[in-house]
């Protein structure tokens, strides 16, 4: 919708990036759309279907298909473009969540990329931050330059 009245945006380089709940849809887009988007960031991203908000969707027990519809470790096959995981160790999302999507990954034979930033919590600070800003900005120019 945005390119129809911007012939100047260049479809074939669109990333994403997302924090928290943010790294879930990030990590989602590039599994549902992944001829729209190349290029997502997750930053402390939940993946699992397990880490839903029961006040939304009910219980697993009372709906299993929104629960299977909502997890993206089962989409991990679909992935074309890079995907780069941040977690901190310390967050408030379990460190175990990235590691199940790279796992997912892994059994897909899917590439994806990790940074581990060591007693981080969910939000970065100091130099850890900082590295991350760096590393978010590298990676997208990696691969998105034309």
């Known amino acids: 919708q945005l390119a129809e009245k911007r012939p100047y945006m260049d479809l074939t380089r669109v990333g994403i990036i997302g924090h928290s709940w943010g790294g879930y849809f990030a990590t989602r887009?590039?599994?549902?759309?992944?001829?729209?988007?190349?290029?997502?960031?997750?930053?402390?991203?939940?993946?699992s279907h397990l880490a839903l908000p029961e006040y939304y969707v009910d219980l697993p027990r009372n709906n299993k298909e929104g629960y299977e519809?909502?997890?993206?470790?089962?989409?991990?096959?679909?992935?074309?473009?890079?995907?780069?995981?941040?977690h901190g160790t310390s967050a408030h999302v379990p460190f175990s969540e990235p590691v199940k999507m790279v796992e997912a990954l892994i059994r897909a034979d899917k590439p994806s990329d990790l940074i581990?930033?060591?007693?981080?919590?969910?939000?970065?600070?100091?130099?850890?931050?900082?590295?991350?800003?760096?590393?978010?900005?590298?990676?997208?120019e990696e691969h998105l330059k034309p």
Do not use: C
């Open 116 to 140: 581990i930033l060591p007693e981080q919590d969910h939000w970065p600070v100091g130099t850890s931050d900082t590295y991350m800003q760096k590393a978010i900005r590298r990676y997208f």
């Open 69 to 86: 519809f909502a997890d993206n470790l089962l989409l991990a096959g679909n992935l074309k473009g890079n995907l780069l995981l941040i």
């Open 29 to 47: 887009a590039l599994l549902v759309a992944p001829d729209v988007y190349h290029v997502g960031i997750a930053i402390a991203p939940v993946v």
